[in-house]
């Protein structure tokens, strides 16, 4: 338990402006105000902490703070500046903010940072999600195995197997998402490194792996209540397996399911023989669909432009379940398109809110 966690953190960013009006030149103080207006969503007021911080201290924590604010968040454009000075202004009730993308400011900043070799993860976690968002697998991979030598974590682990998972490196990529799910802690407990490995066995014809690494996730999904049978089912298909597919698959309420299941589910049935149960799910799913746009069509408060969408969603969802059908009855097997979940938690240095040990200011 922090120090914070006792009082209301609307009464805590009160006392702290008022400390930090005291004593404008100190940088940490600033940083948890940020952090404080954070958790009680204002985010304007957080972001001038950080830049006030940066301008009056520009330090790897400061500037870094900075960097992954504009990269996790974006920053605000202020509208109606009055006379006053910038951070008087965004004090002002009556100032209104839009919010932009501020990819290219974080880059920068974490980019030029990383150039004196900072001896903390965080700043090489931060800078392999900005190259992974670019697209650019092979500088990933680079920073990001810098980021493992200094701290493994799920989360650098995890986009390191990625990296290799883009580029066809599939034995790299299963034993990075193995290592990544032994790290699932109280900072990030996400299945889907666990979740990525089954997938690379089943690719690499690692049968018997692939199906114990299935069971696992079935069993800890459920207990967890993280939903993800539809893709632990996609394991067992692209292992041919089709009678766990059907299995699995058969539990499901596709009311809550996405159609884009439904090729690797119905090619399963069709395997099986069991051309009753596509016909059955594809006509309920369709005339679902069809009342569910007729209410919104019909509906006198909806307005025109999303009427106007949801039919044409509607059709291209029932198009899409009718070419299905048509495909999987000339025999043609889809192919499973998974993509590896990006993992990603907090990363500003000094949260007292996500961190269990923080780095400090010096050492970083």
């Not at 920068?108 to 976690?125: A, G, M, Q, S, T």
């Not at 089943?202 to 459920?222: F, I």
């Not at 495909?327 to 240095?349: F, I, M, N």
């Amino acid at each position: 338990m922090s120090k914070y966690d006792e009082i209301g953190f609307e009464k805590i960013a009160l006392q702290m402006q008022k400390q930090v009006k005291k004593d404008p030149n100190n940088v940490q103080l600033r940083n948890e105000l940020a952090i404080v207006f954070m958790k009680i969503n204002q985010y304007e007021d957080a972001f001038f902490q950080l830049q006030a911080a940066a301008e009056i201290k520009p330090s790897v924590q400061t500037l870094y703070n900075l960097g992954y604010f504009y990269f996790a968040e974006g920053k605000p454009i202020i509208e109606d500046i009055g006379s006053g000075s910038f951070e008087e202004d965004a004090e002002e009730e009556e100032m209104s903010y839009t919010w932009e993308i501020a990819d290219k400011e974080a880059f920068d900043i974490v980019e030029d940072l990383l150039k004196n070799k900072p001896r903390h993860y965080f700043p090489y976690n931060v800078m392999g999600e900005m190259y992974i968002k670019k697209e650019k697998y092979e500088e990933a991979i680079g920073i990001l195995e810098e980021a493992i030598t200094l701290t493994p974590s799920l989360e650098n682990l995890n986009n390191l197997g990625l990296c290799y998972y883009k580029k066809g490196r599939l034995p790299e990529a299963a034993e990075c998402f193995r290592k990544a799910h032994l790290l699932r802690s109280s900072n990030n407990y996400s299945l889907f490194p666990f979740l990525s490995y089954g997938i690379c066995l089943a690719h690499l014809g690692k049968k018997s792996e692939a199906k114990e690494a299935a069971k696992e996730l079935l069993l800890l999904s459920e207990k967890e209540e993280e939903a993800l049978e539809a893709d632990i089912a996609e394991i067992y298909y692209i292992l041919e397996d089709y009678e766990e597919v059907v299995k699995i698959y058969s539990k499901l309420d596709w009311e809550f399911y996405s159609e884009e299941f439904f090729p690797t589910y119905f090619y399963s049935l069709w395997k099986l023989s069991k051309t009753k149960e596509i016909e059955e799910l594809a006509s309920k799913t369709i005339q679902r669909k069809e009342k569910e746009m007729k209410e919104v069509i019909q509906d006198p408060d909806e307005e025109e432009e999303f009427k106007v969408e949801c039919e044409e969603v509607t059709k291209e969802d029932i198009a899409f379940i009718k070419n299905t059908v048509k495909e999987v009855y000339w025999g043609k097997a889809p192919t499973v398109k998974y993509e590896p979940t990006l993992e990603t938690r907090c990363y500003l240095y000094g949260c007292f809110r996500h961190t269990d040990a923080n780095p400090s200011y010096f050492s970083i």
